[in-house]
T-cell receptor, first 115, second 115 residues
Framework: DAGITQSPRHKVTETGTPVTLRCHQTENHRYMYWYRQDPGHGLRLIHYSYGVKDTDKGEVSDGYSVSRSKTEDFLLTLESATSSQTSVYFC??????????????FGPGTRLTVL | AQKVTQAQTEISVVEKEDVTLDCVYETRDTTYYLFWYKQPPSGELVFLIRRNSFDEQNEISGRYSWNFQKSTSSFNFTITASQVVDSAVYFCALSDAQGAQKLVFGQGTRLTINP
């Protein structure tokens, strides 16, 4: 199994508070991603990173920011949490392969509830 | 824009029955990749298969098989002789071949295998 951890695994917070989720990998993979999972939507990409300090927006990036200061860590921040950001958040990693395509490996997820 | 549709929201079968999960995709790219992931009740996402758009050969892995047809833009997943442990949510996903190869997921199909 890919070495990916997420912290915290569960969090309950109040509307308007800042929240930071951490993804840590031990695989030295170049690409890291943040997705959110909601019923009826599958998983949707929030932000991704293609290297240290190199990040870009995904499909549902509004209200989120990210940072990657080290290869192994990718942080997702909700500057001012809203109830619509209640979700399960997954981090994923991938590495370019010789064959071109590559799968993403996912962390265990963080369940966030915004009251 | 890329899109993945899993029209079957929920499927329930009796153990030992064969079951097929449908996946239809949309893309304008000539090179792309298709994936299936499994999410058991414990919540983690498990990679099952990756398929290259140039390779339409069907694939079999034990009781699992995948049928990729570019003519109908479909990548269906069949479980033969289903078992209770196959109960999970299954996601089909699509990525392009550029850069981060971001995944676009279908909505998922919840499969319940009843003893």
């Amino acid at each position: 199994d890919a070495g990916i951890t997420q912290s915290p695994r569960h969090k309950v917070t109040e509307t308007g508070t800042p929240v930071t989720l951490r993804c840590h990998q031990t695989e030295n993979h170049r690409y890291m991603y943040w997705y959110r999972q909601d019923p009826g939507h599958g998983l949707r990409l929030i932000h991704y990173s293609y290297g240290v300090k190199d990040t870009d927006k995904g499909e549902v990036s509004d209200g989120y920011s990210v940072s990657r200061s080290k290869t192994e860590d990718f942080l997702l921040t909700l500057e001012s949490a809203t109830s619509s950001q209640t979700s399960v958040y997954f981090c994923a990693i991938s590495e370019p392969g010789l064959a071109g395509g590559r799968e993403q490996f996912f962390g265990p997820g963080t369940r966030l509830t915004v009251l | 824009a890329q899109k993945v549709t899993q029209a079957q929201t929920e499927i329930s079968v009796v153990e030992k029955e064969d079951v097929t999960l449908d996946c239809v995709y949309e893309t304008r790219d000539t090179t792309y990749y298709l994936f299936w992931y499994k999410q058991p009740p414990s919540g983690e996402l498990v990679f099952l298969i990756r398929r290259n758009s140039f390779d339409e050969q069907n694939e079999i892995s034990g009781r699992y098989s995948w049928n990729f047809q570019k003519s109908t833009s479909s990548f269906n997943f069949t479980i033969t002789a289903s078992q209770v442990v196959d109960s999970a949510v299954y996601f089909c996903a699509l990525s392009d071949a550029q850069g981060a190869q971001k995944l676009v997921f279908g909505q998922g199909t919840r499969l319940t295998i009843n003893p």
